[in-house]
């Protein structure tokens, strides 16, 4: 096994008024439950977060990567990250969607050697969450999208030879909905319900 997964845990969450990273999730916190997940699978873990040192205090066996600049947003973390981590390429997930299931990484990160970019092809979906294996050959086209403020993913699609993966591949490797997957933790209702369904499937099994 040879993967690299980068959680992306900066940001600054005015509707939560807290770090998503650090919000309490089953009995840990939200970062330390997607990192105990998804470290079977995965030899090499690291942190995005806004400054070095963020998030030290939890002990995880994984390197923090600070951001270049704050304000680049999501895009500009990953730069940020390309630039510093060891190997050619790496998996990049949110820190707010915890129902992502690590088979879809591994997937993903299986069928990316050919490609600078590999994600998900949501078709009509209205899915909005950054994730994907990136290469370092991203970065020309991640450093003008956060030089011209350019942060979307169509502006990286047309730069990158990009692998966009139909939905339905998915859905054959895991049984949780690609939906439930990029179920993103965006306010304190949404927090509330990724919780319960924790809860209530842990109470079910």
């Given amino acids: 096994m040879n ?16 770090k998503k990273a650090l919000l309490p999730f089953e009995n840990k ?4 439950y997607i ?5 079977p699978f995965f030899n090499r873990i690291y942190l995005s977060v806004n400054e070095r040192g963020d998030l030290v205090h939890l002990g995880l066996n994984a390197q ?3 951001d270049i600049s704050r304000n680049a947003g999501p895009y500009g973390a990953i730069l940020s ?18 129902f992502m299931d690590p088979r879809t990484a591994v997937y993903l990160y299986d069928h990316s050697n050919d490609y600078d970019y590999t994600a998900i092809n949501f078709e009509d979906s209205d899915i909005d969450c950054v994730f ?14 956060t030089f011209f403020k350019k942060n979307s993913c169509e502006f990286i699609l047309e730069r990158c030879n990009s692998n966009l993966i139909p939905s339905s591949e998915i859905a054959d490797i895991s049984p949780i ?28 099994c």
């Avoid at 990192?35 to 470290?39: A, G, L, T």
């Avoid at 994907?132 to 999208?145: D, E, H, N």
């Avoid at 306010?187 to 079910?204: E, G, H, Q």
């Fill in 177 to 204: 909905s690609v939906e439930q997957q990029f179920y993103k933790v965006n306010d304190r209702s949404s927090y509330y319900y990724a919780v319960f369904s924790v809860l209530k499937k842990n109470f079910i």
């Fill in 81 to 98: 990250c390309l630039t510093m981590l060891t190997g050619d390429r790496a998996f990049f997930m949110s820190v707010d969607t915890p």
């Fill in 132 to 145: 994907g294996v990136f290469t370092k050959r991203c970065i020309g086209p991640l450093f003008k999208s």
């Fill in 64 to 66: 923090e990567i600070p």
């Fill in 3 to 18: 993967r690299t997964l980068v959680i992306l845990c900066g940001g600054d969450s005015s509707r939560l008024g807290t």
């Fill in 35 to 39: 990192y105990d997940k998804f470290s």
């Fill in 29 to 32: 916190t939200m970062v330390e």
